[in-house]
């Protein structure tokens, strides 16, 4: 193991125990069916024009496939003179998904589609997608790809990567193996970067298991099994006036005397509050109370409207403000209601208060717990926007256009914090997130596409400088 090679700081991850999950990319022999497949997302009504041929050039050299040769492919599963030049370098296996995935069909409606390509985001990966899928006339194949992705929408017969072939509005869809290639390579080091780093955590956890037994005060009962106690649930519409804010909340009330600490769950973007109601019942199974609101900016219901053509965006700017402002105000209200509301009165410690949250909802955690938004690295990391990997940035960048000002965010009630998935690396950074004091734990999946372990999780876990941290793979 060479630790220099490492982008991030060597150092011990955690102070409990790990599992890992592995990254899986496919060999550079399979990347040219690989970048047929990009077409997929891309159905039977045929444009005016539509792909006769797929070229696939890399500098000088150029070479094709007409679509035909899939046409065949997919319904007979013959390989022909033209296709088999390819197929040959591929496994049996891979040839039977090609097959599958040219005729699979999928349900799509072109309002949803057509909605989500206009907005920022979708425009961005359009941007990315259309640097190596280009037009006849090797210009971005932006505009081509939303067409028939949208066209491919509206078949009846749905949504299949042969039509969508049809769909395309040039004779000849270009694929810039070079663009494709540096891509590709890219995403090999960062998986490389990432296995390496799990390899090190798993090394150092085995080290530290060793030398630190689990505690003996740990519950005998499987805690995958709910616990003892019963519960009760209330929800709460909630109006924050200050705000022009109203949402909703569940709340999780063990049946117990005696006031019970509370542990706020914050979902993620185009997520609502029944997303985590199986781990709000098992903590109040557990006997804690519990309290699940619904973030209205960037809830199912926004990206609902989003596809019905009622909103232009994902989600607001100022999402990144309200949302720990929303549990900032729940727990003003539950105070409150816990000295005026016999529903609530003795049921509740709100000097106790932990925060869970699930990507934008772990970053809503961290916020909570003192990391500061850091606007200076925001505005470098998203000047090389266009070249990164990380699609987690494409949502953090959209704070650049909130007022540059400091923002409290944190809510000294909280007492512990667990961020799920979250994506902090830009909009916190390292100045953001080393403000947190409380213990934290941070939860990562090695597979996220989205927000990236190394980038998002992993690297930094190594920027917190509070003694109770923790991390999960």
């Known amino acids: 193991m060479h630790r220099a090679n490492l982008p991030f700081s060597s150092q011990a991850f955690i102070n409990g125990r790990k599992t890992t999950c592995r990254w899986r990319l496919s060999q550079p022999r399979q990347w040219l069916l690989g970048m047929i497949s990009l077409l997929l997302p891309l159905s039977a009504i045929r444009p005016a024009v539509g792909a006769e041929r797929i070229y696939f050039s890399y500098g000088i050299l150029e070479r094709s496939i007409p679509v035909s040769s899939f046409e065949t492919f997919a319904k007979t599963g013959k390989v022909d003179d033209e296709l088999a030049v390819y197929a040959r370098r591929v496994k049996p296996a891979q040839l039977a998904r090609l097959r599958e995935a040219l005729q699979r069909p999928i349900a799509l409606d072109p309002v949803t589609v057509s909605q989500f390509l206009y907005t920022p985001i979708g425009e961005r990966l359009l941007d990315r997608l259309g640097k190596v899928i280009q037009t006849d006339a090797r210009q971005s194949g932006f505009y081509g790809i939303r067409a028939a992705l949208i066209l491919a929408a509206a078949d ?51 080290l530290e298991a060793a030398a630190m037994p689990l505690p003996a005060t740990l519950p005998a009962q499987n805690l995958e099994q709910p616990g ?56 109040a199974s557990y006997g804690f109370a519990v309290a699940v609101p619904e973030h209205p900016g960037s809830d199912s219901n926004q990206l609902q409207a989003l596809f019905q053509g009622t909103a232009a965006r994902v989600t607001k700017p100022r999402e990144f403000i309200d949302r720990p402002l929303d549990i900032t105000y729940l727990l003003d209200e539950l105070d409150q209601r816990s000295r005026s509301d016999p529903t609530f009165q003795g049921r509740l410690n709100l000097q106790a208060v932990g ?113 109770a941290k923790y991390l999960v793979l």
């Open 228 to 283: 003892p106690y019963r519960w009760e649930k209330r929800s709460l519409m909630l109006d924050d006036r200050k705000r022009n804010r109203t949402f909703p909340a569940d709340i999780y009330l063990p049946a117990l005397g005696t006031p019970r600490p509370l542990i706020v769950i914050s979902h993620g973007l185009g997520s609502d509050r029944s997303s985590f109601a199986y781990l709000a019942q098992h903590l």
């Open 355 to 467: 925060v869970i949250g699930q990507s934008y909802g772990g970053y809503t955690a961290l916020a909570l717990a003192g990391a500061k938004l850091d606007f200076q690295r925001l505005q470098t990391t998203c000047r090389s926007l266009d070249n990164s990997l990380n699609l987690s940035l494409v949502l953090q960048c959209l704070a650049l256009q909130l007022p540059n000002q400091p923002y409290k965010l944190a809510d000294p009630r909280i007492k512990a914090a667990i961020a799920i998935d979250p994506i902090d690396s830009s909009i916190m950074g390292q100045s953001g997130l080393s403000q947190i004091q409380i213990p934290t734990m941070i939860v990562a999946g090695s597979a996220d596409t989205v927000a990236p372990a190394l980038l998002e999780q992993i690297q930094p876990f190594t920027w917190l400088t509070t003694p």
């Open 156 to 206: 009846p017969q749905g949504f299949t990567l042969l039509a969508v072939l049809h769909q395309f509005p040039t004779r000849g869809i270009h694929i810039d193996l070079a663009q494709g290639l540096e891509i590709a390579g890219s995403l090999q080091t960062l998986v490389n970067q990432t296995n390496q780093a799990v390899k090190q955590i798993h090394a150092e956890d085995s």
